[in-house]
């Protein structure tokens, strides 16, 4: 029931900088795990960056130092900042939530492609993010 949307993809340059984000329609965030995930086949999907409850945030090491996942509750709306973009950080990004009862924040980063789906129960659509080189 949750609805995600993501918008800010698009090209970019090496080097430079995107933000993205997710609106989320009627989603408590105070309860709710959230994340970004990309895929740029034929690499398998990976979680990116996540966001729990409390404002605890965690990273992939691949974008660790150079994404910063926020979220803003009054707006309803989760962000990626996505600074000294690389040409490997091309590719569809998702947002993505976990339900009632999902896997832990702490958790789902470092997971096969395999698992997240379990994971999250709620995911966008994807926008596209292109980093030319």
């Not at 994404?67 to 998702?94: R, V, W």
């Not at 096969?112 to 379990?118: E, F, G, I, L, Q």
């Amino acid at each position: 029931r949750v609805q995600l949307e993501e918008f800010g993809g698009g090209s970019a340059q090496a080097g430079s900088s995107l933000r993205l984000s997710c609106e989320a329609s009627e989603y408590t965030y105070d309860t709710y795990c959230m994340g970004w995930y990309r895929h740029a086949p034929p690499q398998e999907r990976e979680g990116v960056a996540a966001i729990d409850s409390g404002g605890n945030t965690f990273y992939a090491d691949s974008v660790k130092g150079r994404f910063i996942i926020s979220q803003d509750n009054a707006k309803n709306t989760l962000y990626l900042q996505m600074n000294s973009l690389k040409s490997e950080d091309t590719g569809m990004y998702y947002c993505a939530a976990a339900g009632d009862g999902g896997r832990p924040c702490l958790f789902v980063l470092g997971r096969t492609s395999d698992a997240h789906y379990r994971d999250m129960a709620y995911w966008g659509s994807g926008t596209l993010v292109n980093v030319s080189s």
